[in-house]
Each structure stands twice: as C-alpha cells, then as structure tokens.
C-alpha cells in the first residue's frame, strides 16, 4: 500500500469581490492538472 502525500496548508489572498473567481479558476486548476489528491478542502466564498 502506498503512502498518501502529506497535506499542507496555504493561504490565498485575494481582492475584494473577487474571492469567488479566485476560488473557481483555483478549483479549475487543481481539476486540470489532476491534483485533487494533494487537496482536501477549501475555505471561503464559493
């Protein structure tokens, strides 16, 4: 059985009004690239 990779923490600043384009394209990101295992969860506008 393999290891699962360890998680980190990070943070996202982003200006106002804009949390909700800034959390989609990162969401669309992670989706693209196949990288949804290295994240669990988000926090903030949706």
């Known amino acids: 059985m393999s290891e699962a990779p360890k998680k980190r923490w990070y943070v996202v600043q982003a200006f106002s009004g ?9 969401r669309e990101h992670i989706k693209l690239h196949n990288m949804e ?6 926090h903030g506008a949706d």
């Open 37 to 42: 295992e290295l994240f669990w969860r988000s």
């Open 18 to 26: 804009f949390e909700g384009r800034v959390a989609t394209s990162l």
